[in-house]
């Protein structure tokens, strides 16, 4: 690089992904000797973009690296020659021995002890060096091959129409991004700052009208740092961790051995300890499919469908036998995830649960807002402190309908820590309560649906826990508190469209009106 001229140089950025710097750069004539020679203030200067500024410092540090890993390891080979030319001469230990007196000899032991010794020392120490420098070609080889990948139809026409996709359609492009990554790295999730970096900026060059007012970089740079996050979502109970000690290693104190003899007789002692609802050896079959189906980390979700299907008589009669929920959960516990959750609801009710939550928090949201009642609220005083801080629209319109959620029960009067617990443990309740942490934090906010004083299920954002929420008391059969009756009837007549909702407060009433 350092004899480079400045087309070779140019030629460079634009294979990087870096074009719209060629101008600036020959306009100020850098050629390789002078790009290896840029200080953090040139880089500045030459470059307006944060995100094409680290991008350069990257790649022109990787270069350094690589170049020093090299100079290593062929000075390592040159001083290794001189100091053994026996070894390179190939003479043996044998003849230098049988050529030597016995003091020769004994000195020729000592001498070749100690460096065997050190031979031993530097060939580990060039091997480390080696495989380091492998592993940093390796990145550059990814990076510099790196292409966006073949987007489906329909995110071709959005993208085609050169207007910023909406929240949906960013969700799409974030998991294709994340997908094709993943296949470049070997089916790792754990890239690193500069596979983002490339991944992102390949995005903005391709499609610049994505990087809006120049802070499209952070912004989509998080939001694939978010997807990744997601997909390395943690086990979800006891069980699975149970099931991966087994797999992958042992309990603290106990061999593997030891604890594979233990865990059979510990799974049979669950089974017998399981209460006897079931008919005929079927329904046996299929629970018990369904709970090892659950242990697993990759799942055949439609076999999952068909067997929560087959077995919805004997569970829905459990639930109106007023069986413990823990049984329940025990013998099906996908009911803890809130795909299932969802789809129970729509089995008994025919309606999607979900997307009618969506409907609701669209809708109603900036009236909700907007009402006096809840103006001074804790609720909506964070909000608009959060609002100042972020000018994207779908953050925005994500912080809204998660306040508009949780302020539902203020505005009808009714008792708001039965509906969900924000920023604090859930009090012990035998109805479905949500917990919620940092709402209006887009890297650190937790929603959980707790039933009791157990957790039931982890969940996304606010629609998600909302919509989990109503599912919960209609799937388990709980009866709707007097104190939070208000808020749940409303949410309940626009979920199955009636026509008049109950109970709606004068205020709130004239406002929508």
Request: contains cysteine; aromatic residues 10%; glycine residues 2%.
């Amino acid at each position: 690089m350092e004899s480079w001229s400045v087309d070779q140089v140019c030629n460079w950025l634009r294979q990087r992904n870096l074009g719209e710097l060629v101008p600036k750069f020959r306009e100020e004539e850098v050629s390789g000797a002078a790009l290896l020679a840029l200080n953090d203030r040139m880089v500045q200067q030459l470059v307006k973009k944060i995100g094409h500024q680290a991008v350069l410092m990257d790649l022109i540090s990787k270069y350094q690296q690589q170049k020093s890993g090299l100079e290593s390891l062929t000075y390592c080979c040159e001083t290794a020659s001189p100091k053994f030319p026996e070894v390179i001469s190939g003479a043996t230990s044998r003849q230098i021995l049988n050529s030597s007196g016995p003091v020769e000899q004994k000195k020729y032991l000592c001498s070749t002890e100690n460096e065997e010794g050190l031979i031993d020392h530097r060939v580990r120490k060039q091997k480390k060096n080696l495989k380091s420098f492998f592993a940093r070609y390796k990145t550059l080889q990814w990076t510099s091959s790196y292409a966006l990948p073949d987007f489906p139809y329909d995110v071709k026409c959005v993208l085609a129409e050169r207007k910023c996709p909406d929240h949906s359609m960013r969700i799409r492009i974030i998991e294709f991004l994340q997908a094709d990554m993943t296949k470049y790295l070997e089916g790792s999730l754990y890239p690193n700052s500069q596979q983002y970096n490339v991944v992102v900026n390949a995005l903005l060059q391709a499609y610049p009208f994505l990087d809006e007012n120049g802070n499209g970089f952070l912004l989509w740079k998080r939001a694939l740092k978010d997807r990744f996050n997601y997909v390395r979502r943690p086990i979800e109970d006891d069980e699975q961790v149970l099931r991966n000690k087994c797999k992958f290693g042992h309990r603290r104190g106990q061999t593997r051995k030891s604890f594979a003899e233990n865990k059979p007789d510990d799974v049979q002692v669950q089974v017998e300890e399981e209460p006897v609802h079931l008919e005929g050896s079927a329904m046996d079959v299929h629970i018990k499919w369904l709970k090892q189906e659950y242990m697993k980390i990759q799942r055949n979700w439609k076999e999952v469908d068909n067997r929560m299907n087959v077995t919805i008589e004997i569970r829905r009669k459990m639930i109106s036998d007023k069986a413990p929920l823990k049984d329940i959960l025990r013998l099906f516990p996908f009911l803890r995830c809130p795909y299932q959750l969802f789809r129970e609801f729509q089995l008994l009710t025919h309606t999607d649960i979900y997307k009618k939550t969506v409907e609701i928090l669209e809708i109603y949201s900036e009236n909700i807002l907007s009402l006096y009642v809840v103006r001074n609220n804790p609720i909506n005083i964070m909000l608009q402190e959060n609002l100042k801080r972020h000018t994207e629209e779908d953050i925005l319109k994500y912080m809204k309908m998660t306040a508009a959620c949780l302020l539902l029960p203020d505005v009808f009067g009714d008792d708001s820590s039965l509906f969900a617990a924000v920023n604090e443990e859930v009090k012990a309740a035998a109805t479905p309560v949500l917990e919620v942490k940092n709402p209006f934090n887009m890297n650190s906010c937790e929603f959980a649906l707790y039933v009791g004083r157990e957790e039931l299920t982890q969940l996304d954002d606010c629609t998600m826990a909302l919509a989990a929420l109503l599912a919960a008391f209609h799937v388990f059969n709980i009866p709707c508190p007097k104190r939070i009756h208000r808020t749940l009837n409303f949410l309940e007549s626009l979920v199955f469209e009636v026509r008049t909702p109950a109970s709606l407060p004068t205020q709130f009433e004239h406002t929508f009106l």
